[in-house]
């Protein structure tokens, strides 16, 4: 199987958008370990600081779709080269220039969506060298790219500590340059990438109702995924009184759970079905949001909870991209930036209302507690599409749904 896998596309593109996605991904949701101290210095209030860790991930989930046009338009290779020179001239901007107030952070937090939006990119540029039957594997490695949040959490509040969270912004510039001249040199586009699309290609596709239950499922389970991996830090400081570098740590753990069960979670979709699979994700997920809301259990209680939800919303990402390419086929790029979209939708929602609960209500209750109604509508829609997807792809018998 292993042997199979490596010869049925190219390893060198997986490498390289697996380190670029990773890259990114720590950029992406830099401000959020960084939140504990830009907020005294900025004199920010608790709505403020959930919004300025929830705007680079909204501005990724917009920035998705329009990846998703340029993919279809100038191809993988080049969208990627334009987007990483973007933010490297965005954080090389914001360290020698600084950051002042909190219109200027959230102007830099959408420079970090285009690190977010490389989602859209290096999946469809890895989709389109493999075939169904490995496809769950392949994107589950791609994706796990998102383990790039475990970075962010473990140095970012150590190196703000020590030399202050602007020089961060400078130091992150240069990882992002390496992997940059990587990707210029080993990552190719593959023979198989489809015809050029166009705005009319995403109408077509929104027409169609299972477009917008991939999108809810992803806005769950990347939603939950970047939205805690964004959010935790401040999570842990103002619950528990953490110190940042702590408060870093235990996101980390966190993090680092829901990154390396991603290609897990691919994995068993391929052998189980991603349908099945995610029905046990979107039950697990609901449970452990509502025990958090309790607000009752002590750190290393919340941890070891937070790190079994995030591992289980790892695995319903990979378990998600197993179906996209079931269900779209040619069509994969454009629901990546579709699905990959409203899954920054997701993840916005829940950072910025858990700021707002916060801050309204003195407690993060109400905020965990609405998630969690979204993972049981979530739970209630796989099983409502899942008994037709399966007869639907009954005529393929290598592919699992």
Not at 266 to 282: C, H, N, P
Not at 287 to 312: E, K, N
């Amino acid at each position: 199987m292993k042997s199979a896998f490596l010869k049925s596309g190219h390893l060198p593109t997986l490498i390289s958008c697996f380190l670029y996605f990773d890259l990114s991904f720590a950029v992406w949701v830099l401000l959020g370990p960084l939140a504990v101290l830009i907020a005294p210095d900025l004199h920010l209030d608790a709505g403020q600081k959930g919004l300025m860790v929830a705007v680079p991930v909204l501005a990724g989930a917009g920035l998705r779709f329009l990846n998703g046009i340029l993919v279809g338009q100038w191809r993988p290779r080049l969208t990627g080269i334009v987007m990483q020179l973007v933010v490297i001239a965005g954080l090389l901007t914001a360290w020698l220039t600084g950051i002042h107030s909190f219109s200027q952070i959230l102007l830099l937090g959408v420079v970090l969506g285009v690190a977010g939006a490389s989602f859209a990119i290096a999946l469809p540029m890895v989709s389109y060298w493999y075939p169904p039957e490995h496809q769950g594997t392949a994107l589950g490695l791609a994706g796990a790219g998102n383990s790039g949040t475990v970075f962010a959490s473990l140095f970012a509040p150590m190196l703000a500590v020590a030399l202050g969270w602007r020089n961060v912004f400078g130091l992150a510039a240069l990882p992002l340059i390496a992997v940059f001249v990587l990707f210029v040199f080993a990552a190719k586009n593959s023979p198989n990438c489809p015809p050029k699309k166009s705005i009319a290609d995403y109408a077509r596709l929104l027409k169609q109702s299972d477009s917008w239950w991939l999108m809810l499922f992803y806005a769950v389970s990347f939603g939950g995924f970047v939205g805690l991996s964004s959010f935790l830090p401040i999570y842990f400081h103002d619950q528990y009184k953490l110190t940042p570098v702590t408060a870093g740590y235990f996101t980390a753990a966190c993090v680092f759970a829901g990154s390396f069960a991603r290609p897990f979670g691919g994995y068993l979709a391929d052998r189980i079905g991603g349908t099945k699979a995610l029905s046990v994700v979107y039950a697990i997920v609901a449970v452990i949001l509502l025990l958090v809301s309790r607000g009752a259990l002590p750190p290393t209680g919340a941890l070891v909870v937070l790190i079994a939800g995030m591992a289980t919303l790892g695995m319903g990402n990979g378990a998600v991209f197993q179906l996209v390419p079931q269900r779209f086929g040619r069509d994969v790029g454009l629901m990546t930036g579709l699905v990959g979209m409203t899954g920054g939708i997701g993840g916005f929602y829940l950072a910025a209302s858990l700021g707002y609960a916060k801050q309204f209500t003195g407690s993060y209750a109400f905020g965990f507690v609405v998630f969690a109604g979204l993972a049981l509508a979530a739970w209630g829609g796989i099983n409502a599409v899942r008994l037709r997807w399966r007869r639907e792809a009954s005529d393929l018998a290598f592919v699992r749904i």
